[in-house]
């Protein structure tokens, strides 16, 4: 089955950075595309970043220049490099993968928090 499980989070000053990663088993990532998401408190989950196997990337405006995702195919993995972390970026971060062929194959990993405080 798949899964995922995102880790790497935690307390981050905005002038330091943080690699999340995101480690996916029971799929061939060639068919997915897989994203980050991440929840505030008393916010709606919001998409943050998304990568495909061939190396296409997405960013939300909100962490555009400031995020990199980045994959290894070959390990299943992908990663979120946060750079220039904001107050506003603290939320739990969740990886999500889809089949971009059937698109209605959607998994969600387990969160991991990110706090982003001086």
């Known amino acids: 089955d798949v899964q995922l499980q995102a880790s790497g989070g935690g307390l981050v000053q905005p002038g330091g950075s943080l690699r999340l990663s995101c480690a996916a088993s029971?799929?061939?990532?060639?068919?997915?595309?897989i994203g980050w998401f991440r929840q505030a408190p008393g916010k709606e989950r919001e998409g943050v970043a998304c990568?495909?196997?061939?190396?296409?990337?997405f960013y939300a405006d909100s962490v555009k220049g400031r995020f990199t995702i980045s994959s290894d195919n070959r390990k299943n993995q992908v990663y979120l490099q946060m750079s220039s972390p904001k107050p506003d970026d603290t939320a739990v971060y969740y990886c999500?993968?889809?089949?971009?062929?059937?698109?209605?194959?959607?998994?969600w990993g387990q969160g991991t928090q990110v706090t982003v405080s001086s």
């Open positions: 029971g799929f061939t990532f060639d068919d997915y595309a």
């Open positions: 990568i495909t196997s061939d190396g296409h990337k």
């Open positions: 999500r993968s889809v089949n971009i062929y059937a698109g209605d194959e959607v998994h």
